[in-house]
């Protein structure tokens, strides 16, 4: 999504300040915040010129002035969240990604500073690429999850909570602070402490220990009950066969087409093919399913 937004966006000539690409190491990430810092900070009214612009006429060289001047809006932002363990040159890309979509869906005759609309797009793309990252298992999929997920800790601050583990008084004065339900506040509490672990990683400090996944049970089935289920299941499938085959052909293809086809053709579209009556195909596939059963049973039972 990110890829398809930037390329449908030809806005700023420096695609490399819009991507925030280079900025991986702390020289880079220094040197990226300096260019952007240089580019002038926009009035109300340039705003509005330059938006007004883009959208009526497409004008690229305003687009890229909007948007080159709020750059440093969303490195401010991305430094709001840098104790998520992402790198910061991540989140100030993916604040960028949103930057553009704002860009795309302003309206400047809203009566709404740029500034102010933009701000809800780049925190989005970074609230989603943080809690792309944070763990392999999705974490947050409702509004009031992600609600707690990222003001969890600042209730705790102002509640005077320092446990690492709720108590059910204090979930409830936690959900009733950002005004969320207390179970979210407890699935994501448990979630947020229950960081991802290698299967790989040493089961316990030291390093010639085993690992977790050399403890792991193995339960696939071996080699031998693999070629009987294998074997059970070819010698079904001739049983069924012969069996089919020894029907009246119109039986045979009724009990097909009611019992073996997905999806089941209706009593209604075989009443019509065959000319008779949808209770009469009910009777014709009772009566084959009932002598392909009898069938079946009496050859597994000669065997035994």
């Known amino acids: 999504m990110k890829k398809q937004i930037k390329n449908a966006l030809p806005v700023a000539k420096n695609t490399s300040l819009v991507a925030a690409r280079g900025v991986s190491d702390e020289s880079g990430l220094a040197q990226y915040i300096q260019t952007v810092q240089k580019f002038p900070i926009l009035t109300a009214q340039q705003e509005y010129q330059y938006a007004n612009a883009w959208v009526r006429n497409g004008d690229q060289a305003a687009a890229e002035k909007l948007v080159a001047s709020h750059l440093r ?151 031998a009950e693999i070629v009987e289920q294998s074997e059970f299941r070819r010698m079904g499938y001739e049983m069924l066969r012969r069996n089919m085959d020894a029907l009246p052909a119109r039986d045979r293809e009724i009990l097909t087409a009611r019992r073996l086809t997905t999806p089941a053709m209706t009593l209604e579209s075989l009443s019509q093919k065959y000319g008779i009556s949808r209770e009469r195909v009910r009777q014709i596939e009772e009566r084959a399913f009932s002598k392909l059963r009898d069938a079946i049973l009496q050859e597994t039972q000669g065997k035994n």
């Open 73 to 223: 809006m969303v490195v401010s932002v991305a430094y709001d969240f840098k104790n998520y363990g992402i790198p910061i040159g991540d989140l100030i890309a993916s604040g960028n990604m949103g930057l553009m979509q704002a860009l795309q869906k302003f309206d400047p005759e809203k009566g709404f500073r740029f500034s102010t609309y933009a701000m809800f797009w780049v925190k989005a793309e970074i609230y989603d690429t943080i809690l792309s990252n944070w763990s392999i298992v999705k974490i947050g999929t409702s509004a009031n999850q992600k609600r707690v997920f990222f003001n969890l800790a600042r209730a705790k601050r102002a509640l005077g909570i320092m446990d690492g583990n709720l108590s059910d008084d204090q979930t409830r004065q936690i959900a009733q602070y950002l005004s969320v339900p207390e179970a979210d506040v407890r699935r994501m509490s448990t979630r947020i402490g229950a960081r991802d672990v290698s299967l790989n990683a040493p089961m316990r400090g030291d390093e010639d220990a085993q690992d977790i996944l050399s403890n792991l049970p193995d339960n696939r089935a071996g080699v």
